[in-house]
């Protein structure tokens, strides 16, 4: 961590210190009394990969070959900047498989500077969870809840009463926010709102990056650029879902070049704004 990278857009061009890099964007001023500041976060391959397939698990998973310890300390800076955390019931059950990288730890010592950093603004030690599932079927970890941590559960409509029955018996609410394909980005944003958030993460996959296109509800969206291509079928990308229309634009907000990435090789660490 302590190799520096260098800022690249905006100018002037510049080196910096890797740790501090996303807490200095301050997402959090973004935020107005109308609607929660939403933003979200990929790494990806040369070839735009953010997952290949396991022959072992036959499921989709992120690229070993591209993870790295420093485009996760700066997703950690932009969790720590989030009031709630958007994930799906389909990262729990890769979760309690050991299929998935922990976004739900509370008690990591590697990142208690960043509790830390929580806490001196005001902030509870850990965002709470918003959790996205049509189905509700996924399990439910006592981590979910831990040290006081808020869970909250979108669903489409008709839900399964038993489904919805268990889940609410551990004193997490469970609220339709769609019609029966999808949740609707927008209504759950709102939602999140009312409750409160003013600050909203998505760490979610390719599915719900859609549904936040399509409900014009993300405002922020980071992506590392690794130097490597992986190739390989079927072919995930950070958006998955019907074709865009109109076409989402997207203004470039920061580059940071980092020379110390994955086995040396360089990545990039980009932001987009909505317009």
């Not at 976004?103 to 969870?129: K, M, Y």
């Not at 469970?174 to 759950?188: D, E, H």
């Not at 599915?207 to 993300?218: G, N, P, Q």
Request: charged share 20%.
């Amino acid at each position: 961590m302590n190799s520096p990278i260098i800022q690249l857009y905006p100018h002037p061009v510049r080196e910096r210190p890797l740790k501090g890099t996303y807490l200095a964007h301050n997402v959090r001023r973004f935020a107005s009394g109308n609607r929660a500041f939403v933003y979200t976060n990929f790494i990806t391959s040369l070839d735009g990969r953010i997952a290949v397939h396991n022959e072992s698990t036959q499921e989709m998973q992120i690229p070993e070959l591209i993870a790295n310890d420093r485009d996760w300390w700066l997703f950690q800076e932009l969790a720590s900047q989030a009031d709630i955390i958007i994930s799906s019931g389909r990262y729990l059950k890769d979760w309690t498989q050991g299929n998935a990288q922990e976004i739900l730890q509370v008690d990591d010592p590697q990142f208690a500077e960043l509790r830390n950093w929580r806490c001196s603004n005001g902030l509870s030690p850990q965002a709470d969870i918003a959790i996205i599932s049509s189905s509700l079927n996924f399990p439910i970890p006592d981590i979910l809840t831990a040290c006081g941590r808020k869970v909250v559960v979108f669903t489409t409509a008709d839900p399964k009463p038993e489904r919805v029955k268990a889940i609410e018996k551990k004193d997490i609410p469970v609220i339709v926010a769609g019609n029966r394909k999808s949740v609707n980005g927008a209504t759950m944003v709102n939602k999140l709102t009312e409750l409160g958030y003013r600050t909203i993460f998505s760490s979610a996959g390719p599915k719900v990056l859609h549904l936040l296109l399509t409900s014009h509800v993300l405002d922020r969206l980071y992506i590392t650029h690794t130097s490597r291509i992986l190739g390989g079928n079927p072919y995930a990308s950070i958006v998955e879902g019907e074709r865009l229309n109109p076409a989402v634009d997207f203004n470039l907000t920061s580059i940071y070049l980092d020379p110390s990435g994955t086995d040396g090789l360089s990545q990039l660490f980009i932001t987009y704004d909505q317009p």
